[in-house]
């Protein structure tokens, strides 16, 4: 089983549509969370972090369930330039300084 | 502020070749790492270094893979013999923690490796 795992998609959605996004992890220890966004031929670049209460961003919110050991994300009224692949990243909670990546969702966000 | 900086952007090789991708990490970070991006395989960590020390090597695929950070402000991975099976995008990235949390990851632009 992977560490990290995503729906890699695509998932196609209309402009001003919403769309959630989940990803599960493996290990119970983790302990930090992140959503990352990598448009096509990019770098990876930091979305945001996931607190514990859930935290929103704009139109993009983001909760942990440590009880089910999944994290989410919502895009409210998707706009086009929100197509990209959206990673999901978890820092597990050993000396080991390292993030695990999942292999990523893909948006694409139609007119 | 310049952000991590990666050169070549792109490289053909042929199999058999000595390849050195090179990495500029952001000045003040202490952790630096590398990845490798694959369609099969995602995004894989390689090695990471604290301090230009390496910590952790256990994602290097094999002997042929090696890595050095001689100063905070370089770092090169280096691939000898490459092989076809090595075409993939090369990442570096550079971060700090704060206690035991990491602040944002960045990451350099990326090498795009060709092996024929």
């Known amino acids: 089983r992977k560490e990290v795992e995503q729906d890699p998609g695509p998932f196609n959605v209309p402009e001003g549509a919403t769309v959630a996004f989940n990803c599960t992890y493996s290990?119970?220890?983790?302990?930090?969370f992140f959503w990352y966004r990598q448009d096509c031929r990019k770098e990876p670049k930091l979305l945001m972090s996931?607190?514990?209460s859930g935290n929103e961003d704009g139109r993009f919110t983001a909760q942990l369930n440590r009880a089910s050991q999944y994290i989410s994300l919502l895009i409210r009224d998707s706009k086009l330039s929100d197509s990209a692949t959206y990673l999901c990243?978890?820092?597990?909670?050993?000396?080991?300084?390292?993030?695990?990546f999942g292999s990523g969702t893909r948006l694409q966000v139609q007119p | 502020d310049a952000g991590v900086i990666q050169s070549p952007r792109h490289e053909v090789t042929e199999m058999g070749q000595e390849v050195t991708l090179r990495c500029k990490p952001i000045s003040g970070h202490d952790y630096l790492f590398w990845y490798r991006q694959t369609m099969m395989r995602g995004l894989e960590l390689l090695i990471y270094f604290n301090n230009n020390v390496p910590i952790d090597d256990s994602g290097m695929p094999e002997d042929r893979f090696s890595a050095k950070m001689p100063n905070a402000s370089f770092s090169t991975l280096k691939i000898q013999p490459s092989e076809p099976r090595d075409s993939a995008v090369y990442f570096c990235a550079s971060s700090n923690y704060r206690g035991l949390f990491p602040t944002e990851q960045y990451f350099g632009p990326g090498t795009r490796l060709t092996v024929t």
């Open positions: 290990n119970s220890a983790s302990q930090s």
């Open positions: 996931v607190y514990s």
């Open positions: 990243v978890v820092k597990v909670d050993t000396g080991r300084r390292a993030l695990t």
